[in-house]
């Protein structure tokens, strides 16, 4: 991976108490197995999406931007309970959460499949299979950075690249079904299949010092009882309490503000294709086979890129904030393109990039906030970073669908989609130097707050104050 500089190195040797040893191996690669099958259930169905759309077009009549709600508020829901289930797993633990969650997606996937009309089909296919998704996948994902350090990178490409196997997987799965059994039994088939994200959350067990740090916070809790009786230690205590379930620090990072408006615009844009892209291929007589078999090689080329990306960005001269820009760049210009795409092997070539495009962008998601914030970061970064996604997918599809309707084609949802990727792209270009600036500024605020916490504390001791203990207690908390 890309070496520290100095206010990296600074910034990790002041924040040494929150880094912890992690196996980088044995049990992680089962841990990253389950994470993989989980991504391969969650972006299975997202992906696939393209091919239903024609189907609850015709069956519940409404227009192409109110039916794009059903996948925009899907994944909007996803996001947007980031921060949510970023408690749940530090209250929880990921195996409970994830198995939680794994269960409310089939609920709302099999209740939906009963839906007479648009409105009671995105209730429970998009808010309450939404919910699920959230619950299922952010644990699978975040308990990568708990398992691996030094190969922390290909861990997580091996466990996100089940996205792209999702994709050719249950693209043709879903095309077979809807031929045998309707949108309704495919439904049925599908919430039976994303049940067993129950069986591989299992795997998914804490690790030793997970619990003792749980012990100890027990130990101090007690201690805190014992040495002080002023009336507002309990209030203290649950703020402290609250800090540590989420970083609410995070909020005023120039650093996370930015990574999370990069994601806000990228989201706009990241599902148009994947959703347009068959109907697109039938504008411009091609046959429907052929517009599922665009969402197969995109999901080979997904998988496959997810693979090689989590290689390169292990090498110590690869920088994956570079990689992730340059490729959303690109690929929001070849989006672009896609309405002077007319022939199949336009589209083949198109859907092989935009497959590399996406699995860059979600391969590198957690790689990045760990390195620009830190491990200790992560749970929470994740969090707010799906959040800022949420938002934004609430309105990507519906806009382009909206569009769709206005043109009479899919050429402005094209070009939508095509302006908010590189837009994302290029402002995470200065995101190192935001980084090293606010670790440096960080180290320098906590040293000064240190040792004018010192001098106070000595002060008190002197003077037989018996409010010590509060004082030192706020400054730990202020440090």
Known sequence: MRKLSSG?????????????????????????????????????????????????????????????????????TFFSLGPVVSILVNKYGSRLVS??????????????????????????????????????????????GVYFERKRALATGIAVCGAGVGGFVFAPLSEFLLEEYSWRGTLWIISAIFLNGVVVSTTFRPLKYQSQTRGNNKINSSSHK????????????????????????LLKSPTMLLYGASCFLVMFGLFIPTN???????????SASEGARFILIMGVSNTVSRVVIGYITDKPWANSLIINSILLIIGGGATCCVPLYTTSANLIIYSVLFGAVIATFICLRSILM????????????????????GLSTYFGSPIAGALSDISGNYNMAFYFAGITLAL????????????????????????????????????????????????????????
């Open 226 to 249: 014992i040495t002080s009786k002023n009336s507002n230690l309990s209030r203290r205590r649950l703020c402290l309490s609250c800090h540590d379930m989420f970083d609410f620090a």
């Open 276 to 286: 347009f892209l068959p109907a697109h291929a039938s504008d411009v007589n091609l």
């Open 99 to 144: 198995s939680a969650g794994s269960v409310i997606l089939s609920v709302g996937i099999f209740l939906s499949s009963f839906s007479s009309n648009l409105e009671m089909m995105i209730f429970f296919y998009s808010i309450v299979g939404g919910i699920g998704f959230g619950m299922l996948y952010l644990p699978s994902i975040v308990i990568i």
């Open 424 to 479: 994302g792209g290029t402002i995470c270009l200065p995101l190192r130097r935001i980084s090293e600036w606010e670790k440096s500024r960080s180290f320098d605020l906590s040293t000064s707050l240190s040792l004018s916490c010192n001098e106070e504390t000595i002060r008190e001791s002197k003077s037989g104050s018996s409010s010590i203990y509060i004082i030192s207690e706020s400054c730990r908390t202020a440090v």
């Open 8 to 76: 990296e190195k600074t910034y990790t040797h002041v924040h040494s108490a929150h880094s912890t040893h992690a196996p980088d191996g044995g049990w992680g690669w089962m841990v990253t197995f389950s994470s993989f099958v989980i991504s391969l259930f969650v972006d299975g169905l997202s992906f696939t999406f393209g091919i239903f759309f024609p189907e609850f077009l015709t069956y519940f009549g409404e227009s192409k931007g109110k039916t794009q709600l059903l996948h925009s508020l899907l994944w909007g």
């Open 370 to 389: 760990t390195e620009l914030l830190g491990v200790h970061r992560l749970n929470s970064s994740f969090g707010l970073a799906s959040l800022s996604m």
